[in-house]
C-alpha cells in the first residue's frame, strides 16, 4: 500500500496546454503539499494545505491551481503551460505543521 | 528571510570514512529539522530529524548534530558504504510561515569503492 501516491508519474504535453496533477495519501495525516523540484534539485515549496484548508501560497503563478476536496487528497491543475514549468512536482504529507514529510513518488512534467 | 544554506554541494569519500555536511538557517523561530535522502529519480525520504530542545541525534551510522545559537545543524555518515551515495537535503522548519519545511540546496554524496 503505497502511503502518498501521485498520478501521473510522467506527464509531456505542448506548451499552452492544461494538466492536472493528483494525489492521495493514506497516512491519515492533516497536511498536504507541493513542492516543485527544478532541473538542479533544488525543492521549493508551492502551497499546502492543512484540513483542506490552503496555509501556505508561495508566490507561485496564478496559472497553478491547488485544490483539496478532502484531507485526503490534494490536486494540483496547471493551465497554459510554459517551457519553464517542467520540472518533478512533489507531494508530500505530514501529520501536521513542524513535523517530517512523507514525499509521493513524484511527476516529471515535461513541456515542449 | 527564509534560508537554509547548505555546504559542500558535493562530497567525494571513499568506502568506510566518514562524512558530514552542514547547513545553516536564518529563522531563529526554526525548531525542527530534518534531513533527507534522495537516490536518482527516486523521492525525497526522511533518514533523521532532530527538535531544537535536543543537540544530538545518532541513528546507527548517521547522526545529527544542532546549535541553536549559531543556528547550525549537521550531518554525519560514519562508515559510508557505496549505498549511501545519493543526494542529501537538510531542511529547517519555519514556524511562523505555518511550519513549512525550507530545503538548502543539496549535497550530492559519492561513495567510492
Known amino acids: 500500500d503505497t502511503a502518498v501516491s501521485q498520478t501521473p508519474k510522467y506527464l509531456v504535453t505542448q506548451m499552452g496546454n492544461d494538466k492536472s496533477i493528483k494525489c492521495e495519501q493514506n497516512?491519515?495525516?492533516?497536511?498536504m503539499y507541493w513542492y516543485k523540484q527544478d532541473s538542479k534539485k533544488f525543492l521549493k515549496i508551492m502551497f499546502s494545505y492543512n484540513n483542506k484548508e490552503l496555509i501556505i501560497n508561495e508566490t507561485v503563478p496564478n496559472r497553478f491551481s491547488p485544490k483539496s476536496p478532502d484531507k485526503a487528497h490534494l490536486n494540483l491543475h496547471i493551465n497554459s503551460l510554459e517551457l519553464g514549468d517542467s520540472a518533478v512536482y512533489f507531494c508530500a504529507s505530514s501529520p501536521d505543521r513542524n513535523y517530517g514529510y512523507t514525499f509521493g513518488s513524484g511527476t516529471r512534467l515535461t513541456v515542449v | 528571510g527564509e534560508n537554509v544554506e547548505q555546504h559542500p554541494s558535493t562530497l567525494s569519500v571513499q568506502e568506510g570514512d566518514s562524512a558530514v555536511i552542514k547547513c545553516t538557517y536564518s529563522?531563529?523561530?526554526?525548531?525542527?529539522f530534518p534531513w533527507y535522502k534522495q537516490e536518482l529519480g527516486k523521492r525525497p525520504q526522511l533518514i533523521i530529524d532532530i527538535r531544537s530542545n535536543v543537540g544530538e541525534k545518532k541513528d546507527q551510522r548517521i547522526a545529527v548534530t544542532l546549535n541553536k545559537t549559531a543556528k547550525h545543524f549537521s550531518l554525519h555518515i560514519t562508515e559510508t558504504q557505496p549505498e549511501d551515495s545519493a543526494v542529501y537535503f537538510c531542511?529547517?522548519?519555519?514556524?511562523?510561515?505555518?511550519?513549512?519545511?525550507?530545503f538548502g540546496q543539496g549535497t550530492e554524496l559519492s561513495v567510492k569503492p
Open positions: 497516512l491519515g495525516h492533516d497536511t
Open positions: 529563522d531563529s523561530a526554526s525548531n525542527y
Open positions: 531542511a529547517a522548519s519555519f514556524y511562523n510561515q505555518g511550519g513549512k519545511l525550507i
